[in-house]
Nanobody, 120 residues
Framework: QVQVVESGGGLVQAGGSLRLSCVVSGNMLSINGMGWYRQAPGKQRELVATMSPGGNANYADSVRGRFTISRDYAKNTVDLEMNSLKPDDTGVYYC??????????????WGQGTQVTVSS
């Protein structure tokens, strides 16, 4: 069983900052890519930022230059530093990990989500 747990959401004023954290644990061989996604009310879930196993970061155009993704391979964590937040950044933020399980299957695991609300 693999668990993905996010933390760090909250309420912040426009222009402020938040840091989200995600930890992956459980019975697994390795973690491949990890990333952050978000879903605003009435909208589809969208990619925010991802990091490949080799450390290459990819960002949505809407957050590039404001958000930074980082990963600690030893701790199986991925963080998202969010600066200059805008009301449009409001949504539930989900962490996703692509995991090679102990049975050698490669599966995506999602966290339960953490709410980020940016007030104007």
């Amino acid at each position: 069983q693999v668990q993905v747990v996010e933390s760090g959401g909250g309420l912040v004023q426009a222009g402020g900052s938040l840091r989200l954290s995600c930890v992956v644990s459980g019975n697994m061989l390795s973690i491949n890519g990890m990333g952050w996604y978000r879903q605003a009310p009435g909208k589809q879930r969208e990619l925010v930022a991802t990091m490949s196993p080799g450390g290459n970061a990819n960002y949505a155009d809407s957050v590039r230059g404001r958000f930074t993704i980082s990963r600690d391979y030893a701790k199986n964590t991925v963080d998202l530093e969010m600066n200059s937040l805008k009301p449009d950044d409001t949504g539930v933020y989900y962490c996703k990990a692509n995991v090679r399980t102990s049975s050698a299957r490669t599966l995506d695991y999602w966290g339960q989500g953490t709410q980020v609300t940016v007030s104007s």
